[in-house]
Every structure is written in structure tokens, then in C-alpha cells.
């Protein structure tokens, strides 16, 4: 057996064999653990009384309010400004960060607001969607869609901001929790219901509109590529309408896919091409198209060509 | 930018926008935490040794058992108080509360030895069904179907006893963990094996016979509403009979849906309707029928009518 | 109601008829907990300056490698023993526990500069393959897809050194978290891309060429059987060749059913069979054959035959 | 050696022997955590900035105050309410029990800026009296003296409150961390400066003037007894005038033993009579009396008469 | 300055200077934090209903013992064997360690019930001697002397079974928190009572009969010596009569120093010889002799000869 | 009773009224827990293999120092910049912070071995003084004297490289633990041995020569003064020759006040004068003078003059 020195020399060649894999003398990336801490202060902040320990007394609200703007915007301050320090492509000097990171933080804090204008849409929509849900309270206490939603909103403020790595991290807490990927650039309308949730996904360009509803397993996703970096910002994920319902495990692929409003999507499809407004579709619907348009997508980036 | 009070301000102004998504003033809910502790001894109660730091000696179990039972019987007893206190349904008047609280507590622990009787038969299903199982040991302490079953089985009693949240907040601790999601409403029979398990779903309404096995991904559910409150008590799920077998990622849905027995179903498959005792069917077989009798369910109701 | 000394007697009653699930006098399993913390630093070994607290100065490195290594082979070779000791068919005497336990986990550590060559391919596939990654370091420090990869690649390597039930528990320990179960028995090839992840499953006796991408959803699994201990050691699962493209929700069963190189299989499809090098097949490709052959499989293990 | 049952049963026995050393069937005393946890905030709302984990911004510090006094009023209102509960002699009804409790910690946190006005002149006194002091910054962050002063004026203001149990189980908090143990029903004027502490003793009774001085190891205490509860409410220690030092180790005892005005009594000294304004005394300070006149204290409730 | 590795060199020249104080390659010692968990769960053992976080009911009160003492013995009995396996003059064979340690765990266990039988006693005497008491409750809850008289009482019944190291780090505990250093081979009667206690030291060959009283900052000590090792075993410190008071900051010094029944000494004194049945002397007695009898102490070994 | 904001106004008013007591807008002192955290770390340092988890190996014992070294310099560096930064005499610009304190950490690091090379001396004085000792091992892992002194030696070269308020800080976590008062500023030769220890107190300008031997309740201190800040700097405390022993309780004062080589000091003495070599005194030796030269201390900045 290799001793100890032995074995430290075999992982000190590995780490110069690879600097890809290796951070040697780097300043720590944004802290994981700060960031939960920071979504679950937002939640109690985004839905009093619903995540505190004790209640929250009416005499009481402004100073509850103001104690978690604080401790909120000061550490997602001192996080942004680790993102940014570690982001190359964001070119800012070393003055310009403490401005930047704290400017950041306080215009989020000014969209809380906003956040509670949407979510008290989705919380409606989830009471309205499912026979199961027994109050509002049962909702927001315990769906992992209203959750997932949650952190989504959240995270698709701070994308919006051009926050780097912080709004994916803190969508992978939820992924990690619910199982329900979404991605924090999607655009998301108003009365969004997600029921149960393990398994969705919801790609980087994916647009939604309102009152849509979608179940377990579905996927609003990209087609295949091995060359991801050539397509970076180009729309590779489909465009969903109003009051569109879809069923489990179906999965609808490509930028130029557009789902009409009304439609109703049956479980278990696989959709790659558009579907017109008020239809509604199963597996075995012969409109359904498989195989996509190949001068849509350029063949040198993309995989998909039946 | 806005200063501290402005910021203050304008949250305090969407709380009082939004009463539904704000409890102010409103005593706490049960505490998930506690649950959590609770689910994690009830475990220890159920499969004694298995999840204890040290050995049980038999010298010591007896005192090992009254230790658990007193402290989950107290500890369950105040969450349920909590969660009588905050049902307005409930209806029961403060001094009511203190004897339902420790009478339901007392019951549900009295159910421990029937778990106990139906998880054994979960655990043989396992070793039973699963070639890379090396031992029931294993299936016990780190299968995620097994947990998820035993969550499930103690959900399913606290349901019975009729405590409100409680049972579907731990089944969320479950999901949370396992992605399988199990409505504590649902009503399953001895011998029930999950196999990997991510992604499953059964309904409140559901009805599984014995000797049934499902794999990941399977939905076995109910068809879409935008009216869910109206539907509250009606038989929504499909129900599953005797030694019935699901492959990955099928969904079943509809309460009138029936799955005879021994029916072995396909994966991918999208079924809402029935499928006769002894039949293998997949997504090709001619006879699933893909579209809903409109009769069934009102249309004011459901959103599905392909 | 009953008092706390008739529920003691109760439950110690049923302690006693059902002897497979309590544990009474029996030597503590394998601590999760410390399994877990083992885990996570060995993320820090193989990633160094990734999840560490501080940044790890070039002086400093050397240092740093020896310290975990010391940590990481004292505490594995202590649940090792503990797994040993647990297993009645490893044989061992309590003699030769302590030198096996010590051997095993110096083998293992001399395998992280082999367990990091991959990982390097498996990033370098992540960065490639999604056009959502800004950066390798994102990839690394939260795609779920690689956090699963790195666990099962750690688990291979302590199966293959023949360690009882730690491999499977770290599996689920990330299976928990990301909702993606690879058995640790499995063969994969480098530059092995999961995207999203949720759901996917890849059974003990699957082997995957390099090159690889599967979504969320997929599984490589096995036939159902009721009758699993008589199939053990069996090859159950799939072949996957080089280049292989594997949409959302498909499900790729059986011991002898071959993916060929450079195949794209779409998504949500239910395969039993071969499929030939080159090919691309959705739910509607007509070569796709769901019975099996029931020659392959002795029906008096396998439920599946149509 | 005995069985566990054996044991059990002795232990058992030896409760039913002793009911003074056991509480059985009782509710809780006070929870000492609660109360140091309350302590802590409490600190921080008297000295704000110096043990808050961030920068106190002015900005912010209204919210900072209602928020700790929300935290502080709730958690200190519970622990009074059992005090008070577990109190045979307060006579309180479960009715009032609740009323009393929140007024009485409504009425400690107006006392606030009163108990912040005293620790003003105790950090001058210490700034004043010790050369090895650098700034007041020092004082207030790690003097144990100002930490035990801190403390006791919290103490006796619930003291006066007529909080039962609280004020000595706070005071005996500050006793294990500093070594200096005053009596919460001390009454002690403004500019007390106890320099290092370890050791002093200040008792119920004693009563002390303003800017005096006192080092580690003095005893302002009572005469020994055997028959305790019926000296209870008496004067049994010493009253100090304004403007006096005490060297370390002196021991100053009796309730009619009066310190004058402007007094300095050296180290080591035993005084169980009175000094007269402006005397320095030391160990062999011929006007010192060692016996005390019996008539001062019925021989049947002290054992002191030499 | 220094590189890293210079400092480590430096560092490491200094382990190997001085073998002493450094214990490399050897197994640890004793766990304190092991320990102190033992003493404090001993405590709710001693007395039960104090320090538990719920009411101890009579229904459970067995179930509470038995509990208590199967997690006691088994922490315990691990600490005995490390503290046997670390000590050489003990010599145990390997095989010998584990026996021993169980053996002395349990009869430690046997022990409790004489324990309280002692502390009843103490608490008693604490209430009759201190007016300041307002009930036996507040003596339990929250006196330092009778916590420190607690931890005297279970380290002298260890020490009584020859365990090593253990009873000193106990000891070591509680005058970390009281200031108060009892040795735990000093032989202590009923109706202790320590008043206040901080600076109190008690050697390890003091005798203390019944019905005695101490305060704050007395010794019960030994002549100093400069060649410790050799005047091991030899009675070295006091021998206290029944009904003894001794005030504050006394000093009693010496093994042949026997102070009689009913004696009372007052504060500051400093004695190193006998002092007669039903005295009363202070620092000015004349018959307090100074000087030690030096044929008493060979001159070799201590340096106290005046 | 007030609202809550009548509470907030009146503590808010106090805090604009006494400035000294607020620190408003000023950034964190120092952490006293990250100090705590650094001296148990470095105690473990200085002695390897006592206070560590797990056995050193030697075969790490050099990746053991790397480890430690990394840790407490990174952590100490950061801390003592937090010192400086808030130091307005240091004069420190912001550019000089970073480099000041990471040059002062390293220089401290460097003063390890010196520091191991005095505790052997201690350690070994400790052993051949107390009779009570069974092995060095118990006193290192032990005796509250060690520990006093072990962190008055980290605090003293703290206080050589003149860092502000880090060494007084954690020389009052000593003091909290031990009862032992040890200035960082005193001078402390070799083999120095404190027993029992509690109520000990060695002033900032204290010398002490080599193998001292001292007991529970010394004061080594300077005498009261009303007007500290003047005498800052100037020799208050007293010098100790070679050899000397002082007992229990005694105190002695003055920064004139030299104890000649070979002393011993009887307990309970107040001693403000010389006392030459050789001698040994007690409470009644005619030599010693109570009475201070008034011209050594000008009487405008000293209150002791008899």
C-alpha cells in the first residue's frame, strides 16, 4: 500500500493535471448555505406569519418587515458581491463592486411587492386547481409547487438584475427539495399551478403565459446539442399560451415550438413541433409531428435530425 | 433608491393588499419541525435497532419502547392541538382541544403493532421483487420506496383519526425526500413494493389492492379541474387491484378507472380507462382508449373532454 | 384508552412476531451520517478550493490533500469495518476485520486521481452539451447531473473493491437529493452528461459506453420479477453504446436489449428491444418491438411477457 | 450484578423515599436556556452595536429595537408565567396568570432606558478606576465586572418586579461565568466599578452607596445560621456609604454592620462592626472588633458569637 | 517571514524536542464532552422532574429510569475503558478492559440511590443555613454548591472503584462552572452545605464530618511542596469535626490539622494546626499557631517551615 | 402600559442620550467566538494528540501542523485586522491593514515553539508540586493552572507583537473558565505553577521570576486609584524573585513592592511592601508594613493612603 506522503503526491499531480477541476488559490464562490438562509428569510418576508416561530403581532408588522430587510438586503449584498468579484465577464473593478452589489440588493428588496402580486395569483390558482387542497394555508404551508414557484420568482427577479450564479444556485435548492427545475430566466405568467412537480422542467428561454397548469414530469426543454456554447442566448426552449393544461410526463422540445392557448395537452407526448390554439392532444393524435424541421436548427449544433 | 422606511412601507402595503397570503395576528400552524422529529422516531419505534445509535439489547427494550411512546405520544399531542386550534371546520371549542389533542395521540399510537403488520409485508414485497436487494436489512435501512410506504402508513392512520395538515405535511417530508408522493387519503393493501420511486404519484382518492408494484414516474391520479373545490370528496383516482404490475412513467387517471388484477401495464403508457383482470397492455395495444366519457365527469368541472 | 404499559406491551409483542424488521441485540449498521460527511469531503478533495470555506493557497495544497486523506481514510475505514463485520456471507473473522476495513480504505483513496481523470470528461460533457452553463465552475458547484456522476463514480469504486451496503446507501444519500439513482453496480463510460436528472434511473447491470447524454426521466432498468433473489447476479439491465443521445422519459428495459453507437432514442418511448447503431427512434417508429422474447426470460422469474 | 430491572426498581424506590429531590408529575420549572438566551438579547438591546454580529446602522436602529423587544418581551413573558405558576405562594389563578405575566415583562422592558442610565456611570467608574483599561470599548465588550453589574441591575429590576425564581437564576448565570455572585435583591447605587470580581459575594440584603469600589474576593455577606427561613426578610448584611473601596479578600458581614461615608478598607480584613466615615482600616487596624454583640442576634438563629 | 513549511518544520522540531507534551501515535484520552453529557444526565437521574425538558409522569417514571440508565452505563462503561486502556499502572489486558469497564459501569449504577440518600441530606442543609433560599426547588435548580456537591458525590463513588482520570475531569467540571474544587477522594459526611462557594478548594485526603458548613473561598489544603510525587498517598490535608463553620477565605492547612466537633472559624484566618472541640477563633485568636511542627513534615519534601 | 413603539421611542431616546454605551454605524469588534475557536485550536497545536478527536499519526503528524498552522494563521489574521481596523491610536491607513495583520499572525505562528518550550517547564513544575497528580498527561488534560497559563502565554506574544484587544479578550475567556486573572502584559518566567487557581489575579506590569509557585485567591495587583488613565503605563503591580512561593488568599500590591528570591508568603497576608530574600512570612510577622510611602504614589491619582 502507498503511504500517505505517497498518496498526497498521486492527488497533487491530479490537481495539475486538470485545472479545470481545480481552484487553487481562488476567492470562495458565493456561499450555498448563506443563500438558503437568505430564500428562507424571503419567504418568511414574502408570507408573514405563515413561516415564523412565533406570531406575528399587528403592533408588531413594520418592525418584523424592517428587521428582515435588513438582515435580507445585507447579506444577499455581501453574496452578489462575491458573484460578481468571481465573474469574469462582468468586468467590474474592485471600487465598483461594493456600489454595484449593494445597488443590486436594494432594487431587488423593491420588488418583493411584485413577488407577492404573483405568487397570490399562483396560491388562487393551486386552490382552484385542486380538489385535494383543503385551504390556502395548506397551500403555502405545504405544496412543493407553491415552493418551487416561490424560489422561481425570486430567482427570475435577480436573473433579471443580471445577477450571476446566485439565481441557479438557489433554483437547484429548490430543484434539490421538490424535484420541480425551473429555470430562473423562463418567463412565468400570472396563475401558474404546478401539481405534485417531481421531474419538471422548465428550460432558460421557455415563455408562459397565464393560467397554465402543469402536472408531474413535464418538460419544456431544449433539443439535444453537443456544441451548448454556439447556441448560448438563442430561444431553444417553446413558447406557452393562456389556460393551457398539461398532463404528466409529456415533454415539449424546441425554441420555435409554440403551444396556442386552450390547448390541452393529454400525459406521456412528445411534442417538437406547434400546436394550434383550443386543440387538444394525446400520444396517438395524428397532427403530432416528430420529426422537426432540420432548417430550424442549424445540424452542426443540434443532435435532433429524425 | 428607496430608503429603509420607503421599502418598509411598501411591503407593509402589500400585506395589507393580500390578506390571504399574510397572517397576521393568526396563532402558528403545527410546526414542520416537530413533525419531522416525530416521523424520525416513530421510525426507530417501528423498526426497532435499525435507525438507533446504539444497539437495543432485550434486557432493555421494553424501557426502550415506553421511552418512544412517551416522548412521540406528548410531542404529537401538541402538534395536533396546534392543528385542531387553526381548523375552523374542526369546530371545537378550547376546552375541547387538550382532551381530542391526547385522545387522538393515544389512538394513533395504538395503531403502531398495525403498521407494523402491514410493513412487514411491504419489506417481503421488496425482497421479493428487487434481484439487486442483498438483504431486507438493506431494503429497511436505505430503500427510498420503503420510507416513502412508511411515511405513508402513518399518514394514512393520522388521516383515519381525522387530525387535519398533519398527514399531508409529513407525506411532504416524504416527497421531499423520496419524489414519491403518496396522498395520505389513499387506501393501499398489504405487499406493496416501489421500486426507485422518483416521480410517483397516487391520489387521495386511490384504492390499490394487494401484491401491487410500481416503478418511478407513475402517476396514478385524476383528470383536471379549474374548479378543484367543487370536486372535494368525490372519488377522483383510479383504483388498482391485486397483484397488478406498472412499469415506469405510466399514468392512470380517472376515479372511475379500474385496473383489474393481475393486469401487467406497460411504461409510458397514458390510461383513462379501464383495463380488464389478466390483460398486459402497452402504448400500443389497441384497446386503451385514449378519450374520457363526458358523461363522467361534468364538464363544468373538469377541463379534460378530448 | 390504554395505558402506556398495555401499548408497551403491544408493540414489544409485535417486536416479537415479526423478527425480520426489529433489530434487538444487534450491532449498529453503518452510520448514514458519517457516510454522508464522508462524502462531502471527499467532493472537497476532488474539487479542491470548490466547496472549501476558504480559498486553498498553491503553499498550502499539499497540506490540505494530506489532512483530508487522513480524515476522509480514518472515519471510511471505520464504517467499512462496521459493513464487514455486519455481512455474514464477506466471512470474515473479527481478526481479520480490522486489516480488511484499513486495506479496503487505502485502495480506495489511492483511487481518487482515477476517480478525478473521469469526472474531468464528465465535466467537460456537461459544458458542452448545455448552453445554459455560463461556466465549468457553475456546472461543478450546482448541476445536480454532476453532483449524482461524482457520487456514483466514488460508489463504483467502493463496489468494486467489494464493500457491503456503502455504496448503495451514498447512492441514495444522492439519489435523495437529486431524484437521480444510478446503482453503483453500473458501468459508464467517460464524458457522461446528465441534464436535469430528475427521475433517471440506471439499474445494477447496466453498462454505458462514453460519450452518453440522458434527460430526466430515463430509465435503464430491468423486468419486472416477483420472484428477484433467483435472478441475482443476472445481467438484468441494458447496453448502451458509444454517442448515445436518451430524451426525457424513455424507458430502456432488459439484460439483452443493446443501444447501439450513435443512436438518438426521442422521448417518453418504451423500449424492450435492440436498436441498431445509427438510428433515431420516437414513440412511433415502427421498428420498435414491445413483446419480448419469452425465451430470454425464464417466465418463472420475469412477470413481463406480452 | 444487578439486572436493569433490578436497577430500576432501586432508583424507583429511593423517588418514592425522597419526594423533597423528586418531581414527579410537575410542570417545568423556568428554562434556564430560555432565560440566558433572554440575557443575551438583552445585552445587545442595552449596549447596542458591541454584541450584534453586524454594524447597527442608524438608519435601522428603530427597527432593531422593536425587533428585539418583540423577541425579548415574548420569550421573558413565557418564562414569568411559568415562574409564577410553579409559585404556591403567589396565589395566582390559571386566569391571571397570563394578564400578570405580560404586564409584569411589559413593565421590565420600560425600565430599560432606567437600567441604561446606571450602566453609564458603571462603565465611567471602570474607565475611571482601572489604568489597564484602554478604552470603554474594552470595558463593555470583556470586563466580567461590567458583564456581573449588567446583569444584576436586570436581575433587580425583576427583583422588584416580584419575579419568583428568575432574577437568582440569572444571577447565578453571571456567578458561573464571572465568579461574582450578588444578589439580585441587592440594592447598589450608581459608578459601582468591581475590578477582576472573581470570588465577591453581595447578599440579599446588603445595601451600597455610590461610586464604591470593590476587588476580587470581597464578601459583603450575612452571619452564619442553622436555622435560615427564619431570618428570612431580615437585615443581614452590611450597609456600604458612598465612596468606598475594598481591597480584595476582605469578608465585611452583618446586617448592622454599617461602612461610612469615604471609608478605604484594606485586603484580607474580617469585619463584623461598623467603621466610621473616612477611616482606613486595615488587618491590623487596632479599632476593629471581631466579636459581635450577641444581643444584635438571637443565639438561637445565628451561630456566630465569639 | 517563514514559509508554511518552515513553520511546520519548526513546529514539528519541537513535538520531537519535547515528548512530554506531545502524545503522538497514542490512542485518545477520555472524552470530557462524553462526560460532562453523562454528568448531566446523571443529574435528571439524581433528581428527576429538575432537569428534563417535560414532566416526569408517574405512569412513566420507571420507563424514565430505565432509560436513564441504559444510556448512562453504556457512555460510561466506553469511558472507563478508555481511562483503563490509558493507564499503565492499571495493568489490564486487552482482553481484561472490557469486563472491567462494564462490571464498574454497573456497579457505579448500584450506587445512585445511595447518592440521593447523601444528597437529601445536603439539600436539606442548604435550606435550614441560607435565609436567602425560598425553597428546597430553587437549592436544586439553581445552587452552585449543591451542583458542585452533586459532582462530588458521583466522582467520589467512582473514585471509591478505582476508576482513573474520570472523577478528576468530572471534578474539574463543576469547578470550571462554581469555582468550587472538590477532590474526589475527600471524604465528605451528610448535611454538606457550601454557601456561595467560588474560591473553595477541598484536598484530596480531607476528612469533613457531618453537619458541616463552608463559604466562599476557604481551602481545606496541603503544605506546599516541591517534590510532589514522593509524598503521594500520605494524608496531607485536614480533618474537619461534625458542626463545623468556617467563614470565608479561611485557610485550614495540613494533614495532622484536625479541627473538633462544633468549632467555628471565622473569615481570614490562615491555620496550620489543630484547633480544639467547640472553639471559636478568628485571626486575631492567640492561639492560632503559625508555625508548623516541622518534625511533622520531613523538610525534604515540603517548603513550608517557618 | 406603553405600546410598542412608546417602548421603542424611550430605548431609542437613550441610546441618542449616552453615545458611550452605542455603538450606531461602527463596524464589529472583534469575535469573541472566532478567538475562542483560534485558542482551542491552538492548544491543540501546542499540544498534539491531547485534545484532538482522533490519534496524530506520525506518519501525518506533519499534515497535522500544515492543517492547523492554514487555519489558525487565516482565521487570526482576519481577527486581528478587525483589532487594528478598529484601533485609532494603531493610525493604521486602510491600504496597511491587510499587511500589518497578516505579518503579525505569522510572526505569532512563528512564536509557537517558544511558547511550546516555557509549558514544558510549567508542566513539568506542575508535576513535582502537586502530590495530587497521577501522570503529566492528567495535568495537561486537566488543570485549570495549565490552561490559564497556556493562554496567557498565547495572549503575552499577542501582546509583544502589540496587537489591541485580542489578548485581553481571550485571557477573560481564561478567566471565565478558570477564575484565574493573568494580565497579557505581566512578565512570567519559567516553571510556573499555579494550583487550584480560582480568585488569582496578576496585574498587567506584574514580573515574575523563574519556578514561582502560587495559590487559589492571589492577587498579585496595584493599588486603587480614582483617576486610571493617568496611570497608564507606569509600574503598578508588583515583582516576584526566583523560587518563591505564595499561599492562599494572600494578596500583594504595589508596583514598588519586590519579593526577593527563595520567599514564602503565608496565606491570607496583605502585603504592600518589600519583602527581601529568603524570608518567610505570615499574617502576624512583625516585618510587614501596612502602611504605603505616600511619596511613592502621588496622592492625586492613588486612594490608598494609611
Given at each position: 500500500?502507498?503511504?500517505?506522503e505517497?498518496?498526497?503526491?498521486?492527488?497533487?499531480d491530479?490537481y495539475?493535471k486538470?485545472?479545470?477541476?481545480?481552484?487553487i488559490?481562488?476567492?470562495?464562490?458565493?456561499?450555498r448555505?448563506?443563500l438558503?438562509?437568505?430564500?428562507?428569510?424571503?419567504?418568511?418576508?414574502?408570507?408573514?406569519?405563515?413561516?415564523?416561530?412565533v406570531k406575528v403581532?399587528?403592533?408588531?408588522?413594520?418592525?418584523?418587515i424592517?428587521?428582515?430587510?435588513?438582515?435580507?438586503?445585507?447579506?444577499?449584498?455581501?453574496?452578489?458581491?462575491?458573484a460578481?468579484?468571481?465573474?469574469?465577464?462582468?468586468?467590474?473593478?474592485t471600487e465598483?463592486?461594493?456600489l454595484?452589489a449593494?445597488e443590486?440588493?436594494g432594487a431587488?428588496m423593491e420588488?418583493?411587492?411584485?413577488?407577492?402580486?404573483?405568487?397570490?395569483?399562483?396560491?388562487?390558482?393551486?386552490?382552484?386547481g385542486d380538489?385535494a387542497?383543503y385551504?390556502?394555508?395548506e397551500?403555502?404551508?405545504c405544496?412543493p409547487?407553491?415552493?418551487?414557484i416561490?424560489?422561481?420568482?425570486?430567482?427570475?427577479?435577480?436573473?433579471?438584475?443580471?445577477?450571476?450564479m446566485?439565481?441557479?444556485?438557489?433554483?437547484?435548492y429548490a430543484?434539490?427539495?421538490t424535484g420541480?427545475?425551473?429555470?430562473?430566466?423562463?418567463?412565468?405568467?400570472?396563475?401558474?399551478?404546478?401539481?405534485?412537480?417531481?421531474?419538471?422542467v422548465?428550460?432558460?428561454?421557455?415563455?408562459?403565459?397565464?393560467?397554465v397548469?402543469i402536472?408531474?414530469g413535464v418538460?419544456l426543454?431544449?433539443?439535444?446539442?453537443?456544441?451548448?456554447?454556439?447556441l448560448?442566448?438563442?430561444?431553444?426552449?417553446p413558447t406557452?399560451?393562456d389556460?393551457?393544461?398539461?398532463?404528466?410526463?409529456?415533454?415539449i422540445?424546441?425554441?420555435?415550438?409554440?403551444?396556442?392557448?386552450?390547448?390541452?395537452?393529454?400525459?406521456?407526448?412528445?411534442?417538437?413541433?406547434?400546436?394550434?390554439a383550443?386543440?387538444?392532444?394525446n400520444?396517438?393524435?395524428?397532427?403530432?409531428?416528430y420529426?422537426?424541421?432540420?432548417?430550424k436548427?442549424n445540424?452542426?449544433?443540434s443532435?435532433w435530425?429524425?
Amino acid at each position: 500500500m502507498s503511504t500517505l506522503e505517497q498518496k498526497v503526491d498521486m492527488i497533487f499531480d491530479s490537481y495539475n493535471k486538470y485545472e479545470l477541476t481545480s481552484r487553487i488559490d481562488s476567492d470562495n464562490i458565493v456561499s450555498r448555505d448563506e443563500l438558503i438562509f437568505i430564500v428562507k428569510e424571503l419567504r418568511k418576508l414574502l408570507f408573514p406569519g405563515y413561516f415564523d416561530n412565533v406570531k406575528v403581532r399587528s403592533e408588531y408588522v413594520k418592525y418584523h418587515i424592517g428587521e428582515k430587510i435588513e438582515l435580507i438586503e445585507y447579506k444577499l449584498s455581501k453574496q452578489i458581491k462575491r458573484a460578481l468579484d468571481n465573474c469574469e465577464e462582468c468586468g467590474l473593478s474592485t471600487e465598483e463592486l461594493d456600489l454595484k452589489a449593494s445597488e443590486t440588493a436594494g432594487a431587488f428588496m423593491e420588488r418583493i411587492p411584485k413577488i407577492r402580486d404573483y405568487l397570490y395569483t399562483d396560491v388562487q390558482a393551486a386552490y382552484n386547481g385542486d380538489p385535494a387542497a383543503y385551504s390556502t394555508q395548506e397551500i403555502i404551508y405545504c405544496y412543493p409547487g407553491i415552493f418551487a414557484i416561490t424560489v422561481y420568482r425570486i430567482a427570475h427577479e435577480l436573473w433579471e438584475l443580471k445577477v450571476p450564479m446566485i439565481p441557479r444556485i438557489i433554483s437547484e435548492y429548490a430543484h434539490n427539495l421538490t424535484g420541480i427545475d425551473i429555470h430562473p430566466g423562463a418567463t412565468i405568467g400570472e396563475y401558474f399551478f404546478i401539481d405534485h412537480g417531481t421531474g419538471i422542467v422548465i428550460g432558460e428561454t421557455t415563455i408562459i403565459g397565464k393560467n397554465v397548469k402543469i402536472y408531474q414530469g413535464v418538460t419544456l426543454g431544449g433539443l439535444s446539442t453537443r456544441k451548448g456554447q454556439l447556441l448560448k442566448g438563442v430561444k431553444r426552449h417553446p413558447t406557452i399560451g393562456d389556460n393551457v393544461t398539461i398532463y404528466s410526463n409529456s415533454s415539449i422540445l424546441g425554441g420555435e415550438t409554440v403551444i396556442g392557448n386552450d390547448v390541452i395537452i393529454g400525459g406521456n407526448t412528445f411534442i417538437v413541433s406547434s400546436v394550434a390554439a383550443g386543440m387538444k392532444v394525446n400520444t396517438r393524435s395524428p397532427q403530432l409531428e416528430y420529426s422537426v424541421d432540420s432548417a430550424k436548427y442549424n445540424s452542426e449544433y443540434s443532435d435532433w435530425i429524425i
